[in-house]
């Protein structure tokens, strides 16, 4: 169901932040997205990091920046975090039940948008939506901290998103974020994924360079 290649967007919410330029340097020739998880210890039960930070990780890479907004009011910080480097900001349709406005202001900034949807919630709350994001994110884990267990659960849903967008001609990339590694990789790129979000799973691995290939070789060939 998806294109022959996929991105693959390691989680720096995985990553050491006491040597994140080493660890973006490591992996940045290997994959295409750098994924930023933004918590306000509100809408998700934690905290991660902000602009400065984030002002830190563009400043070493050229990498596409793509920001998953884990927070209460996610257009609030859109400016800051426009100028701070971002490509790309998902919100969750949790938070934002009507996005226009938010995506209105992403785009203002000129950032690409998206929306989330957690496991419980289902396809059919996006699917409005879709024509108007560049990227749809389907939760495998519950939002707010990483290094948790794929929910083989969501798989429908992501099946839903690549059939709603192929059906009809729509741009919007499939990201699965949450869980991800070479042992789910492939069923979830034969759901539909064209996006694949690794944390533990790369940062975390003995090898990640050797990692992230598994996880693009799996992915790409549906195993």
């Given amino acids: 169901m998806m294109s022959a290649s996929v991105k693959i967007a390691p989680s720096l919410l995985a990553a050491d932040f006491a040597h994140l330029d080493q660890e ?28 400065p ?19 209460t009011n996610p257009g609030a910080y859109l400016p800051e975090l426009a100028e701070a480097g971002v490509n790309g ?49 389907i939760m495998a884990v519950e939002p707010g901290f990483g290094g ?11 099946e839903a998103a690549r059939e709603w967008v192929e059906n009809r001609g729509l741009r919007a990339d499939i990201q699965v974020d ?10 979830v790129g034969a759901a539909g994924a064209s996006v694949l979000v690794a944390g533990s799973a790369v940062f975390r691995a003995d090898d990640p360079v050797h990692a992230v290939k598994e996880i693009r070789r799996a992915a790409e060939r549906n195993e």
């Fill in 89 to 137: 900001v998902t919100a969750h349709i949790e938070a934002v039940p009507d996005p226009g406005p938010t995506e209105m202001r992403a785009r203002e900034h000129g950032l690409d948008f998206g929306l989330v949807i957690n496991p419980g919630t289902p396809f059919e709350a996006v699917a409005p939506f879709v024509e108007s994001c560049d990227l749809i994110v």
């Fill in 148 to 158: 948790q267990e794929f929910i083989p659960g969501v798989l429908p849903k992501v």
């Fill in 24 to 51: 973006i340097a490591g992996i940045e020739a290997h994959v295409e997205w750098l994924h930023l998880d933004v918590m306000d210890g509100h809408f998700v039960p934690n905290i991660s990091f902000g602009i």
């Fill in 178 to 187: 949450g869980g991800i590694g070479p042992e789910n990789a492939g069923t």
């Fill in 53 to 71: 930070v984030i002002e830190g990780v563009r400043a070493v890479t050229d990498l596409y920046l793509d920001c998953h907004i884990m927070t």
